[in-house]
């Protein structure tokens, strides 16, 4: 989670959107920022909680495909309304998991789904521009907008048969823009990450806010 809040920093410092990948050293659940925790300590028994810089719902992560993308305010992705932003995304997304062999496409309008004041599982219904295969969702994502851009937090899951997962490392930046060139992360960037870890998502008072 530092490491995502410290991408959308370098991101603005380079004036380029920047995407990476990750996965889980233990079984965890992240939740979003406005969630209660005692919804998710009674939900996700076996999970080590982490609360999430971004919204949406509670996230389980068990050999999940993880990926942050952080976007500087200046593209004009920015520009657009959270809806318009998560779509472009999901259907890039999409996109790239069809030229891995994976059938997928993006939910409508009529997956809308009621706000909740507890943090409902996010794989348990989708919503408009989540990716589906079949009717069951497999990716979702969860967005934050800032003065300095936006942070989208997403995951897939659940994919039959069993995802490919350096076939879609490689195809989903492709699949994103026109350009893309591999980005080393520095020393500095990784001591960022970990300072936020340790000031924010690692301290208690801000996994137990709510």
């Known amino acids: 989670m530092g490491l995502d809040e410290a991408l959308l920093e370098r991101a603005v410092e380079i004036g380029a959107p920047l995407l990476r990948f990750y996965a889980w050293a ?9 969630d209660r925790i005692a919804f998710v300590r009674a939900t996700f028994l076996e999970c080590v909680p982490v609360r999430r810089w971004t919204g949406g719902g509670a996230v389980e992560h068990v050999g999940d495909f993880t990926f942050a993308l952080a976007i500087p305010r200046a593209h004009p992705v920015c520009a657009s309304p959270a809806r318009d932003s998560y779509g472009l995304i999901h259907a890039a997304l999409a996109a790239a998991l069809i030229r891995c062999g994976i059938t997928a496409r993006l939910s409508g309008a009529e997956a809308l789904s009621p706000p909740s004041r507890d943090a409902a599982p996010c794989f348990a219904r989708p919503v408009c521009a ?5 009717d069951q969702k497999i990716a979702g994502g969860a967005q934050r907008r800032t003065r300095a851009g936006l942070l989208h937090q997403g995951s897939v899951q659940r994919v039959r048969p069993e995802l490919p997962r350096a076939a879609l490392a490689r195809e989903f930046p492709t699949a994103l823009a026109s350009a893309v060139i591999a980005w080393e992360p520095s020393s500095a960037f990784l001591a960022t990450g970990e300072r936020l870890a340790a000031e924010r998502y690692a301290h208690p008072a801000w996994t137990e806010r709510y």
């Not at 989540?130 to 079949?134: E, G, I, T």
């Open 130 to 134: 989540d990716v589906l295969q079949a």
């Open 26 to 34: 233990e079984p965890s659940v992240s939740f979003g920022y406005f």
